[in-house]
């Protein structure tokens, strides 16, 4: 951040000093005609929202004025490395004047651009333009001691030094200097000052806003994939097991009529019930596997994964590392991600060769899945990897998919997470 | 023969008891959780032990791991383990120590009274019990590439399935409704085209038809 005073020589901090003054001078001058003209404009355009023609006026005047917002942050961020972070709500697309400026009155970012105008035209004046006086006054000084004084009648106040002969022409150039020296010291640092000052009004908590705009979409996408999963599982047992169970219920009423006096086709219909008991079973084995598989509630995720490459038809090799055990609706996040991205491999890559790996360290849960195939895979609308993404995401976690054309193809999932 | 059996629903261990002893076994315990089967596998020395793989009270693979805890300080002791979902993992870890005396089977196989006796006196016997799908999971992970089974003819396919459950060739000549002499050529010619060994035993010949289907693993 700090490039200005990790140089210590002489001339690259002059210019370090001269170049802040100039800068804080252009602020200066620019800012304040164009910070008082959009403050004006915007209160007036607000206030005239009653009548119709703020609603049209305003969303315009707001936007210049997040430009010109926005190019302050730009400057800070190029000229002192001060990061103002931002957020403003997405506007409604399709949206008719009354709502959209009012979307725009409620968002917190657009009320701190609002309520940043008037401080940047008080207080971020005087920062901005404190390192040019610093800069320049000092020279005021010496012309003083070099005798600018005796074209004055009475005492030529520099600062506090009343000038009205060669002693107090000398103090002028002392206090010049040190204002110099003052200068040359302080003044980027004063720049970044304006620049805090900025941030402090701009910024705000726009963080915590992001964040929760983040948690809001993936609590969505959770509640949706949960609801769809539910319906899924209905689905299943309605149509499998439960079907099934009733047919076995009918075999069953009939054989109970047909066991006296036609031991054959009792027998056969008996076949047929066990039948689907068994076939009952295995849907509902499959479903508890769809929900949460066996191995990983018994093991964990590590054998989960051992277990599901021991299913697939190519040669995959796992490496896990897990000293402990994730939360279950980690470890299923997790295992479901590889599932996914392992099964996305046999379909799709045309590798021969599969590995996984799994570990947990500095806090994350790392899993990689490579394979030496085609390559080309793509995070996007209809592939399996963005549903992956989207799960992940409801726990904070991440993929990341590199593969190139030609292959090979690196899939990595981190999610935090703590072990027990 | 003497069992220990640890089965945690009370209505599937009561059952499995009452099958049992009509097909003559004697109960020397049936437990419902992992301490509780430890003590009984080590206090009455069971001919066999028929476990569930998941006991109280971690509610995880605490069955199976008090069998092969017990196994390592009884080598050779026979277990026949249940489970309601079957996994390569663990009939690997199982099948590990090459002792034979190894079962593993879905919880759904005792349906079938017959076999599932068959099954247990298989392993108390030393031979090996692998459930139908851990086999079926295999083979057909291999039949992906067409490399090694390619050659087997679809009888052979079914001999070999047979096999790797752990079927002697009187068993398999008896489920295939051919005679013995029948069986023991597909064998052979099985073996020959899998380049795997000939041998007696029904043990080994089960660990070598795993092996192979296993191998680059």
């Known amino acids: 951040m700090n490039t200005d005073t990790k140089s210590d020589d002489f001339p690259s901090r002059a210019r370090g000093a001269v170049l802040a003054a100039v800068q804080g001078l252009t602020l200066a001058v620019a800012v304040l005609p164009c910070g008082v003209a959009f403050l004006v404009l915007t209160l007036v355009s607000v206030a005239l929202i009653p009548v119709g023609v703020g609603l049209v006026t305003t969303p315009a005047i707001l936007t210049g004025v997040r430009a010109l917002a926005d190019a302050r942050r730009r400057l800070a961020a190029e000229w002192c490395g001060v990061r103002i972070p931002v957020v403003y709500r997405p506007l409604p697309s399709s949206a008719n004047p009354w709502t959209r400026t009012f979307a725009l009155l409620r968002d917190p970012q657009v009320r701190r651009d609002v309520l940043w105008l ?3 035209m008080t207080a971020g004046f005087v920062t901005a333009l404190l390192p040019a ?5 000092p020279f005021e000084g010496f012309a003083v001691a070099a005798g600018l004084w005796r074209v004055t009648d009475g005492p030529y106040w520099y600062l506090f030094v009343p000038v009205d002969g060669p002693l107090t022409a000398l103090a002028a150039a002392v206090l010049a200097a040190g204002l110099l ?5 302080h003044t980027p640092r004063l720049m970044r000052v304006h620049f805090r000052l900025t941030r402090a009004v701009l910024g705000g908590d726009a963080e915590l806003a992001e964040r929760v705009r983040v948690l809001t979409e993936t609590r969505q996408d959770a ?22 169970l009733v047919a076995m219920g009918m075999d069953l009423g009939t054989i109970e009529m047909l066991v006296e006096h036609d031991p054959a086709q009792a027998k056969r219909l008996l076949a047929q019930a066990r039948r689907n008991s ?6 509902l084995r499959d479903l508890v596997r769809g929900i949460h598989p066996p191995v990983l509630a018994e093991r964990g995720l590590g054998d989960a994964v051992r277990a599901l490459a021991l299913r697939l038809p190519l040669p995959t090799e796992v490496t896990v590392e897990l000293p402990g055990r994730a939360d279950a609706p980690v470890e299923s996040a997790g295992y479901f991600a590889v599932s996914e991205v392992l099964t996305n491999a046999v379909k799709h890559s045309g590798a021969d060769r599969v590995w996984a790996d799994v570990h947990h360290t500095d806090g994350r849960l790392r899993i990689t899945v490579t394979d030496n195939g085609r390559g080309g895979a793509v995070i996007g609308a209809g592939s399996g990897l963005a549903g992956i993404e989207r799960r992940l995401a409801t726990f904070d976690g991440v993929l990341a998919v590199s593969s190139p054309a030609g292959g090979p193809t690196l899939v990595t999932m981190e999610i935090p997470c703590a072990l027990s | 023969m003497r069992v220990v059996l640890a089965e945690d629903l009370f209505l599937l261990r009561d059952g499995l008891v009452r099958m049992l002893e009509a097909f003559g076994f004697e109960i ?20 066999v032990a028929v ?12 069955g199976l791991q008090c069998a092969l805890a017990a196994r390592r300080v009884r080598p050779g002791l026979p277990v026949l383990v249940l489970s309601q979902h079957v996994e390569q993992l663990y009939a690997r870890e199982l099948l590990a120590d090459g002792d034979g005396g190894i079962g593993y089977l879905l919880k759904d196989r005792v349906f079938d009274a017959e076999q599932f006796i068959d099954a247990v006196r298989r392993v ?6 692998m459930d139908p799908q851990v086999i079926q999971q295999l083979l057909s992970r291999r039949s992906g590439d067409d490399r090694p089974l390619a050659g087997l003819t679809p009888r052979e396919l079914e001999v070999l399935e047979l096999m790797a459950q752990g079927r002697s060739n009187a068993g398999i000549a008896a489920q295939l409704v051919v005679t013995e002499r029948a069986i023991a050529k597909h064998t052979s010619n099985i073996f020959t085209k899998l380049g795997l060994e000939v041998s007696d035993d029904d043990n080994r010949r089960v660990l070598a038809v795993l092996a192979y289907l296993d191998r680059d693993r």
């Open chain 2, 51 to 62: 476990v569930d793989v998941r006991l109280p009270p971690t509610h995880t693979d605490e």
């Open chain 1, 181 to 185: 020296v003052l200068a040359f010291r």
């Open chain 1, 278 to 283: 068994a076939e009952a079973l295995e849907e």
């Open chain 2, 28 to 47: 020397a315990a049936a437990v419902e959780s992992g301490p509780e089967l430890s003590r009984a596998l080590a206090e009455s020395e069971p001919d």
């Open chain 1, 118 to 120: 008037p401080v940047d």
């Open chain 2, 124 to 129: 108390a016997a030393g031979g090996t019990a």
């Open chain 1, 223 to 244: 509640v949706d994939t949960s609801a769809a999963e539910l319906r899924r599982i209905e689905r299943d047992l309605h149509d499998g097991a439960q079907a099934r």
């Open chain 1, 133 to 137: 006086l610093l800069l320049f006054y």
